[in-house]
Every structure is written in structure tokens, then in C-alpha cells.
């Protein structure tokens, strides 16, 4: 690969591919560190759309 960076369409595609996929995973991460914060906080209760609980 140069030096300059992707230059073929799909070295293009590839490296816009794994910006994806490490962005996906960082909003993963965050939303569950979230979720346990709502849940440890008891601030997660009885919902139509979800069995847990306080």
C-alpha cells in the first residue's frame, strides 16, 4: 500500500470497513457500560419491553 494511504477503490472500502467496525464496537462498549451504570444505580425498573427488574 503507498505511503499516502488507500488508493484502489477497495483499499478504500477495506479501511472504511474497519472504521466501521471499530466505531460499532466503541458504541457497544458504551452502551453497555451505560446499561450496567442504569441497572447498579436502580435506575433501570419494570418496562413493557424488558423482564428486569430493580
Known amino acids: 500500500m503507498p505511503t499516502h494511504g488507500p488508493s484502489t477503490n477497495q483499499e478504500v472500502a477495506e479501511h472504511l470497513l474497519i472504521h466501521e467496525q471499530s466505531a460499532h464496537q466503541a458504541r457497544m462498549r458504551a452502551l453497555d457500560a451505560l446499561t ?3 441497572i447498579s ?9 424488558t423482564t428486569e427488574t430493580r
Open 36 to 38: 450496567e451504570e442504569a
Open 41 to 49: 444505580s436502580g435506575a433501570y425498573f419494570d418496562h413493557p419491553d
